[in-house]
């Protein structure tokens, strides 16, 4: 548990810097933009290319398939359930509160955390999570918003799935990168973590905090999305008595908090976009006390 505590440490203060950047101003709107860019298109699919370099094993497969399960069932009862809870919600909140409810920050959370705790196995996990996240965030969670979806071979061109293709091939051939090109995957894919906290942290600095704390779906968001829903995965993975690792990372994945791209969704379709931010603000900070209660919890019951 001192290691957990180390880690979300760690991590807090390299949000709070991202959060002081924007404040002081030296992460702008473009900055933070161009940055997201390079997190996705660069350093986000060297760092999934470099979580597969691991030794083939059946037992690492079965468990790569229990990950990609996970992923779909949770974020598809996530958005099930969260229709089901908040289908009456006033139209302009409506779409952000469903969307938030199924897909959780595992991209910008996930690395840092679970890489954090596990190494490449935490990080291998979370690359699996986040193809299932694309497929669906662009398929059924546009869909969510807009009533259409994105060509699904359109989703599939994305940096992210084209690296986890690659990956996916070198591991199941056991083939293994030069030397050279695995220090670069290696080098420019550990940028991933610090750059997604401290965006994290910039889009914090967005929100004035008084405004998180007088509305009340906000906190029936807080309650679903790092309590309610990933007690009831901790509780449907407890019968398969999975490995400690595959179950921990499992647990606080569906922990973490509502994903960024609800208000990247929200501000392109024009759906309040500014109570999509509050969301995933007031998710965010708590999912560091999260974390680390769910880490208790899985150690306590795994």
């Known amino acids: 548990m001192q290691d957990v505590l180390s880690r979300v440490a760690t991590l ?21 933009k161009k940055l997201s860019e ?17 030794d083939y094993s059946t037992e690492l497969l079965g468990e790569m398939i229990i990950v990609v399960v996970n992923a779909i069932v949770v974020i598809g009862g996530g958005l099930a359930l969260g ?8 139209g302009d909140r409506k779409a952000a509160l469903i969307f938030g409810g199924g897909f959780p920050n595992v991209g910008y959370m996930g690395y840092p955390i679970l890489g954090g705790l596990f190494g490449d196995a935490g990080n291998l996990f979370v690359a699996l999570y986040v193809m299932i996240f694309q497929l669906l965030s662009w398929t059924v969670g546009i869909r969510v918003f807009t009533g259409k979806s994105e060509k699904w ?14 990956g996916a091939i070198l591991f199941l051939f056991s083939i293994k990168l030069p030397e050279v090109l695995y220090n670069v995957a290696d080098m420019v894919g550990e940028m991933t973590s610090p750059l ?29 999305r790092v309590l309610l829903w990933p007690a009831a995965v901790a509780g449907a993975l407890w019968f398969f008595h999975l490995d400690y690792v595959l179950y921990a990372c499992c647990v606080i994945i569906a922990s973490m908090p ?4 609800t208000v990247i969704f929200a501000a392109g379709f024009d759906r309040n976009p500014q109570f999509a931010s509050r969301m995933v603000t007031m998710t965010t900070l708590l999912s560091m006390l999260s974390v680390i209660f769910w880490m208790f ?6």
């Open 12 to 32: 807090v203060i390299v949000l709070l810097l991202g959060f002081i950047l924007a404040k002081t101003n030296i992460f702008t709107q473009d900055t933070r």
């Open 38 to 54: 390079l997190l996705m298109h660069v350093t986000s699919p060297l760092l999934i290319i470099k979580s597969f370099q691991i």
């Open 83 to 90: 229709y089901l809870i908040w289908r009456r919600a006033p």
């Open 153 to 166: 071979y359109k989703v599939l061109l994305r940096p992210s799935l084209i690296a986890i293709i690659i």
């Open 196 to 224: 997604a906290m401290m965006l994290a942290g910039a889009y914090l600095a967005d929100n004035r905090l008084k405004t998180l704390f007088n509305d009340a779906q906000i906190y029936g968001v807080v309650v679903y």
């Open 258 to 261: 509502v994903s960024v791209s």
């Open 297 to 302: 919890i899985v150690k306590l019951i795994a």
